[in-house]
């Protein structure tokens, strides 16, 4: 079933759930009479009946109450000033990591995939285009005393296919970098050789994003090789080769509307055989080469991915779904509001992972920079457009009780499902709030089943974790 009408409604109700004049601090309806009650800038979550809800707005608003309300209140922290979650590049660009579009060159032909990789002649990278950046931002860093310089390795197509630049750009800049540390992460496809994966296990110090759905018979239906034999025995090699050597990688699992219902087995085969670090779930994005396919942003899946979470935790995994993010608190989904630095293979600069060529339909809003002899010059317009996309700007995002961890969602997906005009939500925005209620309770379950107390924030957007979406 579509969740349209689901997220449509909430949207329209939201107002009703607000505790009045108390603004981010939300009160969410769950069975009968109770509430979950969330002040994410408080970083506390509580469940509530509905006496202690509308108790609560005098309290916060200092018009005093009865005393064990006030009692909680305080003990939650709801009496203090909330945490600000608002941060803003300014000035010119100075990014301390790249991330460099090797090729759009690739070795499979995933029918899902975002960059129709493999449909149109590849481009590849040269290696003055991969030092100029590196160049870049070993300079920054060193201007900055950064603590270490990172650079990444991504699409359009499979990064390890340009092999010789992968490796001899990555030599380049651990020999530029003279004494700062260079963190190096890639995304990949996983089908690599033994020997490219004896330097990844040994160079990719930031740790290696696999791309893997599962069951192999999952897999196989929808990431083929070029010559259309499945790829799920490649990629399990590599993650035997990973675990064996105690190599971080993640892996990050696509699904399809028609592979929904296998989900849970999916995440329970890969929970039992390998050893991942982290484990992320999306619904296939209607893009690309899965344009017009059937969707997967559904009810279906929240209930999918509740029984797949439930298996995750057997193994002491929480999974990871890009937008759902309790213990975050940010203004920004990813870096395209944050000077995100990644260079084409010509070597202009995109904010967007999705954005990774010219020719990209975005591409007039993700493009910031080209590069010339004499360095980078940048579109400060273009920029500060971007820097201005927080979620504190999105007014359709003001009242939703996940905006400061969801931060506004893929504004490449929003061009995409809504056109230019403004921000409206997306289907996701159901499944995002569904998720993030989950996360609640389950920290409230964990932490005696009254309150939960959250102390961090800040965590990268982690949508972009596979090769080829
Ligand atoms: S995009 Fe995220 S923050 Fe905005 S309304 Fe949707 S779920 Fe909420
Ligand atoms: S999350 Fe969306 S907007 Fe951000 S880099 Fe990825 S595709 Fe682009």
Redesign the pocket.
Known sequence: MLVRNAWSRLGAERLERFLDGTPDIFAIPLEGEAYLVYAPLHGAAFAATKGLVAALPAVLAGEGGEESVVAFAREAGLLKPPRSAVTRRQGDPSPTEVTLFLTTACNLRCTYCYASAGDAPATYMSMEVAKQGIDFVIDNARRQSAPYVGVNYHGGGEPSVHWNLMTESLAYAHEQADGIPVIAASAGNGVFTDRQIDWMIANLNGGMSLSFDGLPEAHDKHRPTVRGTGSSGRVMHTMRRFTEADYPYAVRLTVTAEQIPLLPDSIEFVLSNFTPKRVQVEPAYQLGRHEGKPDAETEDFIAAYREAQGRAARFGHELIYSAARVGTLTNH????TQD?FCLTPSGNVS?????FSEDNEFADV?FYGSSGPDGYTFDMDALGRLRELGVEQRSFCDGCFAKWNCAGD????SLSANGRGEFAGSQRCHITRELVKDQLLTRIAGSGGLLWRDGQDGEP?T??GGGSE
Not at 333 to 336: A, E, L, Q, R, T
Not at 351 to 355: L, Q, S, V
Not at 410 to 413: A, G, L, R, V
């Open positions: 989904f990813c870096g395209i995100n904010a967007c992972f999705e954005a993700f893929c504004y490449h997906k957007c949508l972009h």
